[in-house]
């Protein structure tokens, strides 16, 4: 495993998301509880548990596709309350990928990486395409720019998503279940491009089951259920040496097959 | 046992023609028209109703037809009798429209093309500056209509437009303002503000709720309440109020249809990428759920097209108000089949064009499949 370690150094000035005593529920289901979570610039975190768990709700919260009852949520210095700019301003540095990759099924590939650079970051046309080259070229598929996203396969819409996020230049990308929708043969090339975006040290947090992935590039696994963390450690320790019952229980079934 | 199995790579099968029996006109007329008995049957039997028909049909309508005469006594029995077409087209496409002013109306439907053009057309040279047209048409349209502006046209009363012409006034202005007005009636059905989704809802409601004639009967008495006391609002004017109103309920309804067929990804999508409500509006959803609702768009637009006849009730002469005129009208007693014929042809013509190029939209954006 330590050859295809491809950690670069993680750097430490200011959090990129803090997460104080979040609380949430939908109606009277608590699925939230007293989350407490701090991510470093640059910081590779890979959340995994049970269906139910709260995690993609947790992710979710990170750009404000669900609203927090309780508790404090700043991402990159934005404290994330009611106000619509502080949202806005939050989404327009935050990318985020989605597991039924959401492109949109009117526009071309090109299209969809363009439109918010153009709309949201008021980005010319010419600057706005030749950028979307340039990141449709690093998620391998240049050669599909005018295709519409019906006539691709899922690994390839799932990196066209991908690119889409990163022509806003985000600083964080959230990922939730990237590969989930995807057939066997799909996923390798989808984790091959994400792969790529952490060792250029992006701040990632990937809601996942793939665990070849959580080891390879992960500096933290968090592990949810029951709308709580259960446990947090480094790949290794938390692959080799799980502390919870919790945690053993649910390492067995996914890896026992 | 397994019988064990393999095909290397270059014995995998290639490709074959298809047997000749399913494809070309024989194939055709294998699948489309004989495929079972009961289709045969059905085939047969239609062969022999449309041959003992039509000629008797054409007959009737154009080889024993008279075709010029003053009056009704000049036909006769047995063939249609079209001699007052000569005498009336004036009437059917322009009501009691001056006929010296007729010319103006001539040049505001000649100017409807290319008015229209830079929506229906899509690569058409100069669509910028004919879309900039567009907008100013229906001014220029209304003044050769109405004139009196400037004192360069004389003024017509428009009591007095009518026939044809005066369908596609109401038809055409009606479809225009229903479509916006009915997507944001749609829009506002599904805001999170109160009282714009209570605003839509009443509204949807109540005008979907009633009869299109109690509302024309009723916008003498309802729209002066909302007016200045000495602002007379104009009959043409009201009735297209009240038309577009009508079909902007129904609109609106079919549009909140294809906004609930968008999957609720798109809209995360949208505002994880930081549009505001309206761009992520008008860039991401409208387009796709406008294209899922073109069927009923365009069954609304029929239907408001159709519904145009009911001006009659508050005293305007449409098409089918000359004709009923004329129908009981001595000289011409009794011909209620050419005249309602002829009447049919014109609508059958617009609504036909509306579907068959609605049609052609749909396979246009079907971007889903190559």
């Given at each position: 495993?330590?050859?295809?370690?491809?950690?670069?150094?993680?750097?430490?000035?200011?959090?990129?998301?803090?997460?104080?005593?979040?609380?949430?529920?939908?109606?009277?289901?608590?699925?939230?509880?007293?989350i407490?979570?701090?991510?470093?610039?640059?910081?590779?975190?890979?959340?995994?548990?049970?269906?139910?768990?709260?995690?993609?709700?947790?992710?979710?919260?990170?750009?404000?596709?669900?609203?927090?009852?309780?508790?404090?949520?700043?991402?990159?210095?934005?404290?994330?309350?009611?106000?619509?700019?502080?949202?806005?301003?939050v989404?327009?540095?935050?990318?985020?990928?989605?597991?039924?990759?959401?492109?949109?099924?009117?526009?071309?590939?090109?299209?969809?990486?363009?439109?918010?650079?153009?709309?949201?970051?008021?980005?010319?046309?010419?600057?706005?395409?030749?950028?979307?080259?340039?990141?449709?070229?690093?998620?391998?598929?240049?050669?599909?720019?005018?295709?519409?996203p019906?006539?691709?396969?899922?690994?390839?819409?799932?990196?066209?998503?991908?690119?889409?996020?990163?022509?806003?230049?985000?600083?964080?990308?959230?990922?939730?279940?990237?590969?989930?929708?995807?057939?066997?043969?799909?996923?390798?090339?989808?984790?091959?491009?994400?792969?790529?975006?952490?060792?250029?040290?992006?701040?990632?947090?990937?809601?996942?089951?793939?665990?070849?992935?959580?080891?390879?590039?992960a500096?933290?696994?968090?592990?949810?259920?029951?709308?709580?963390?259960?446990?947090?450690?480094?790949?290794?320790?938390?692959?080799?040496?799980?502390?919870?019952?919790?945690?053993?229980?649910?390492?067995?079934?996914?890896?026992?097959? | 046992?397994?019988?064990?199995?393999?095909?290397?790579?270059?014995?995998?099968?290639?490709?074959?023609?298809?047997?000749?029996s399913?494809?070309?006109?024989?194939?055709?007329?294998?699948?489309?028209?004989?495929?079972?008995?009961?289709?045969?049957?059905?085939?047969?039997?239609?062969?022999?109703?449309?041959?003992?028909?039509?000629?008797?049909?054409?007959?009737?309508?154009?080889?024993?037809?008279?075709?010029?005469?003053?009056?009704?006594?000049?036909?006769?029995?047995?063939?249609?009798?079209?001699?007052?077409?000569?005498?009336?087209?004036?009437?059917?496409?322009?009501?009691?429209?001056?006929?010296?002013?007729?010319?103006?109306?001539?040049?505001?439907?000649?100017?409807?093309?290319?008015?229209?053009?830079?929506?229906?057309?899509?690569n058409?040279?100069?669509?910028?500056?004919?879309?900039?047209?567009?907008?100013?048409?229906?001014?220029?349209?209304?003044?050769?209509?109405?004139?009196?502006?400037?004192?360069?046209?004389?003024?017509?009363?428009?009591?007095?437009?009518?026939?044809?012409?005066?369908?596609?006034?109401?038809?055409?202005?009606?479809?225009?303002?229903?479509?916006?007005?009915?997507?944001?009636?749609?829009?506002?059905?599904?805001?999170?503000?109160?009282?714009?989704?209570?605003?839509?809802?009443?509204?949807?409601?109540?005008?979907?709720?009633?009869?299109?004639?109690?509302l024309?009967?009723v916008?003498?008495?309802?729209?002066?309440?909302?007016?200045?006391?000495?602002?007379?609002?104009?009959?043409?004017?009201r009735?297209?109020?009240?038309?577009?109103?009508?079909?902007?309920a129904?609109?609106a309804?079919?549009?909140?249809?294809?906004?609930?067929?968008?999957?609720?990804?798109?809209?995360?999508?949208?505002?994880?990428m930081?549009?505001?409500?309206?761009q992520?509006?008008?860039?991401?959803?409208?387009?796709?759920?406008?294209?899922?609702?073109?069927?009923?768009?365009?069954?609304?637009?029929?239907?408001?097209?159709?519904?145009?006849?009911?001006?009659?009730?508050?005293?305007?002469?449409?098409?089918?108000?000359?004709?009923?005129?004329?129908?009981?009208?001595?000289d011409?007693?009794?011909?209620?089949?050419?005249?309602?014929?002829?009447?049919?042809?014109?609508?059958?013509?617009?609504?036909?064009?509306?579907?068959?190029?609605?049609?052609?939209?749909?396979?246009?954006?079907?971007?889903?499949?190559?």
């Open positions: 495993m330590s050859e295809t370690d491809v950690r670069p150094e993680t750097q430490l000035d200011g959090p990129s998301i803090q997460i104080t005593g979040l609380n949430k529920w939908f109606g009277a289901f608590h699925v939230l509880r007293d407490d979570l701090e991510v470093a610039q640059g910081e590779r975190i890979v959340v995994c548990g049970p269906s139910g768990s709260g995690k993609s709700t947790l992710i979710r919260c990170i750009n404000r596709l669900e609203e927090h009852q309780e508790g404090m949520i700043i991402v990159d210095g934005v404290h994330l309350t009611n106000d619509l700019k502080q949202i806005d301003a989404r327009s540095e935050v990318g985020m990928v989605f597991q039924s990759f959401n492109l949109f099924p009117h526009l071309t590939v090109l299209e969809n990486c363009t439109l918010a650079p153009i709309w949201v970051r008021n980005q010319p046309k010419a600057e706005a395409e030749a950028a979307a080259m340039e990141y449709l070229e690093r998620v391998k598929i240049p050669e599909q720019a005018n295709k519409f019906g006539q691709l396969s899922g690994g390839q819409q799932q990196r066209v998503a991908i690119a889409r996020s990163l022509c806003m230049r985000p600083k964080i990308m959230l990922f939730d279940e990237p590969t989930s929708a995807l057939d066997p043969e799909m996923i390798k090339e989808v984790l091959d491009v994400m792969v790529d975006l952490a060792e250029s040290g992006m701040t990632m947090l990937v809601v996942t089951h793939e665990m070849g992935f959580a080891s390879q590039v500096d933290r696994v968090i592990f949810m259920d029951e709308g709580q963390i259960v446990e947090q450690n480094s790949p290794q320790e938390f692959f080799n040496n799980p502390q919870s019952d919790r945690t053993k229980l649910f390492l067995s079934q996914i890896l026992s097959h | 046992m397994t019988q064990a199995f393999f095909r290397q790579k270059d014995q995998m099968l290639g490709e074959r023609p298809p047997p000749a399913t494809v070309g006109i024989v194939g055709w007329l294998r699948t489309n028209l004989f495929s079972n008995w009961i289709n045969s049957l059905l085939t047969i039997l239609s062969l022999y109703i449309l041959w003992s028909s039509v000629p008797s049909l054409i007959e009737w309508a154009f080889l024993e037809a008279q075709l010029s005469g003053e009056d009704r006594f000049s036909c006769s029995e047995g063939a249609a009798c079209w001699a007052w077409l000569d005498q009336r087209i004036g009437q059917f496409l322009y009501g009691l429209y001056p006929s010296k002013e007729t010319w103006r109306i001539d040049i505001a439907f000649v100017l409807l093309f290319p008015a229209l053009a830079p929506w229906l057309i899509e058409i040279p100069g669509k910028t500056w004919l879309r900039r047209f567009s907008f100013i048409y229906p001014f220029i349209a209304a003044w050769l209509l109405v004139g009196g502006w400037f004192g360069i046209l004389d003024s017509v009363t428009t009591n007095n437009l009518g026939g044809f012409a005066l369908n596609l006034t109401v038809g055409l202005a009606g479809i225009v303002l229903s479509l916006p007005v009915g997507i944001l009636l749609a829009l506002g059905r599904q805001s999170r503000l109160p009282l714009i989704r209570w605003f839509s809802v009443i509204f949807i409601e109540t005008v979907r709720g009633v009869p299109l004639i109690t024309l009967f916008s003498n008495i309802i729209l002066p309440i909302f007016l200045p006391p000495d602002v007379a609002l104009d009959a043409v004017i009735v297209i109020i009240m038309v577009s109103a009508f079909a902007s129904y609109m309804e079919v549009i909140r249809g294809g906004l609930q067929a968008i999957p609720k990804g798109q809209y995360e999508a949208a505002a994880a930081g549009l505001s409500y309206w992520s509006m008008r860039l991401i959803i409208l387009p796709q759920a406008l294209k899922i609702s073109i069927p009923g768009i365009v069954n609304t637009f029929i239907g408001l097209f159709k519904d145009t006849t009911l001006v009659i009730v508050i005293g305007l002469f449409d098409i089918l108000g000359i004709a009923n005129a004329m129908v009981s009208n001595p011409w007693l009794g011909l209620s089949s050419e005249t309602y014929v002829f009447v049919a042809l014109f609508f059958f013509a617009v609504c036909f064009s509306m579907s068959r190029y609605s049609i052609r939209l749909e396979r246009k954006l079907d971007t889903d499949k190559r």
